[in-house]
């Protein structure tokens, strides 16, 4: 039984090795040559089975024959059987051993096939399983990331349908994509009534044609923008691009209802207007008094009651300076500022505002020049009144803020569209903080109220409108203690 077992366990080419197919390996329980150790072929498939039989057969009919024709077995006889069996036993073993290492050759790759099947099965499962998971964890975090996506768009939506100020969103072709409850209600329409329509489309809309004529033509970019939507709504415009990678998906109109901020403003300006009117009155009497009282008409007076008078005449004349600067404002803010336009010489104005503040340079010691272009410049047409005072303005800054011995320089330069005027001083110059406020109304800059405590805060504003009224831009570069220079330019 050991050794039934140990055979068992050896396999197929190892010494010892018995094919349990062939009954006679079986049964002698020992492999009859070295090539069974290679074979697993039955007994009848054996080559060594059939060269005994063929050998057999072979010696029997030669013994057959030998003995027929001599009627006895000699040496002759047997070595004439003999050597034939020996021929055929050389060449047949050569022949099985071929047949049983081919045959266990072909066992080895039919199991190293096997093999290596079994692995490539077990490696397909396994990255089969690793797919798998992988795809589970791929899908769990789409689905994951669809949730928060489908939540971010559900947040921006709630966000932009509460917004208290109107949204509008058009895409590439300017379809309305989005409008929220807030526009809805600015241009009394309903969200299916404009889905999907250009903005061309919406004029149909009575609320909407304001809008339609402003950006009908073509979006353009638009920064707080006031229209007036009926009569009891003003709204304020800002277009913005909604850009992704320099691809232009749309745009995003956003719209501020400032109805309520206009008729504030509305009523300050009507405050300012009636109380400038009712001071303006009593000054200008108060002026005149003063007047009469300077010239000795109403009797001599001494030197320190000129003096006091003096100084009252010039406090008064600065109140009604400030007056006429918030007129000015009002009439500006009520769009009613420039009167008589007209084709002028800008030259000749510019002269005329440095003939008329030349002395005050000289009082200052400042070195007042005016640059004039070579080529003759074309008449413009424009308010010459508001210019000079624009003009006037600007001039007047320059040689207030410029400290004595300082220079300030007028220049005139004449483009192909426009002409362009500049001012330039030496003076103290504008605080780069303070910079962005230069053109607001009622300021003036730290350094320059400790140098000149006169001044209203309202010159410059006036002359940026006087110039954006005349379709003109200003603008200026400052540094600190070394001086400044305004630049506007007019269109031709």
Not at 43 to 61: A, G, M, N, T, Y
Not at 105 to 124: D, F, G, H, M, P
Not at 185 to 214: C, W
Request: hydrophobic content about 40%.
């Amino acid at each position: 039984m050991k050794e039934d077992k140990n055979s068992q366990k050896k396999e197929i080419g190892m010494p010892g090795y018995i094919n349990k197919r062939c009954w006679v390996a079986k049964n002698f329980s020992y492999p009859l040559t070295k090539y069974c150790q290679y074979c697993e072929l039955k007994f009848r498939e054996c080559p060594i089975f059939q060269f005994l039989i063929v050998s057999l057969i072979l010696i029997i009919s030669l013994f057959f024959i030998s003995f027929s024709l001599e009627k006895k077995i000699s040496l002759a006889i047997i070595i004439s059987v003999l050597c034939p069996i020996f021929l055929y036993s050389f060449f047949y073993n050569k022949g099985a051993r071929k047949i049983v290492e081919t045959q266990f050759t072909k066992k080895k790759t039919q199991e190293a096939l096997e093999e290596a099947r079994s692995i490539l099965e077990i490696k397909v499962r396994a990255r089969t399983r690793e797919l798998r998971e992988l795809a589970e964890k791929l899908d769990e975090k789409v689905k994951r990331r669809t949730k928060q996506l489908e939540e971010e768009k559900d947040k921006t939506l709630a966000i932009i349908t509460n917004f208290t100020d109107g949204v509008l969103v058009l895409g590439k072709e300017n379809e309305i994509s989005l409008i929220n409850p807030s526009a809805e209600s600015f241009f009394q329409v309903k969200a299916e009534e404009v889905i999907g329509k250009s903005i061309l489309e919406l004029n149909s809309f009575s609320d909407f044609k304001p809008l339609v004529r402003l950006f009908g033509s073509g979006m353009k970019r638009v920064f707080r923008k006031e229209i007036p939507i009926r009569e009891n709504l003003t709204i304020e415009v800002s277009v913005v691009p909604i850009v992704s990678k320099e691809e232009k998906l749309g745009t995003l109109f956003v719209l501020r209802n400032i109805t309520r901020e206009k008729l504030i403003e509305r009523m300050k300006t009507e405050f300012v207007s009636l109380s400038a009117h009712q001071l303006r009155t009593p000054l200008s009497a108060i002026k005149w008094s003063l007047k009469i009282l300077l010239d000795g008409d109403v009797g001599e007076i001494t030197e320190e009651q000129k003096t006091l008078i003096q100084k009252t005449y010039e406090a008064n004349e600065r109140m009604i300076e400030l007056i006429n600067d918030l007129l000015d404002v009002t009439r500006i803010e009520e769009g009613r500022y420039l009167y008589k336009p007209q084709p002028t010489d800008i030259e000749e104005v510019i002269q005329s505002i440095i003939n008329s503040l030349e002395q005050a340079a000289e009082n200052k010691k400042i070195d007042l020049k005016f640059r004039k272009t070579r080529e003759k410049l074309p008449k413009i047409n424009l308010d010459r009144e508001k210019m000079g005072l624009a003009i006037q303005n600007l001039v007047e800054n320059a040689i207030n803020y410029t400290p004595q011995g300082g220079k300030v320089t007028v220049s005139l330069k004449c483009g192909k569209k426009e002409v362009e005027i500049a001012v330039s001083d030496t003076g103290m110059g504008i605080p780069s903080n303070q910079q962005k406020r230069v053109f607001t109304k009622f300021f003036r800059g730290s350094n320059a109220i400790k140098t000149e405590t006169k001044g209203s805060g309202l010159g410059l504003y006036i002359t940026k409108n006087i110039i954006e009224a005349h379709g003109g831009k200003i603008w200026f570069k400052s540094e600190e203690r070394k001086g400044t220079k305004f630049y506007f330019t007019l269109p031709i």
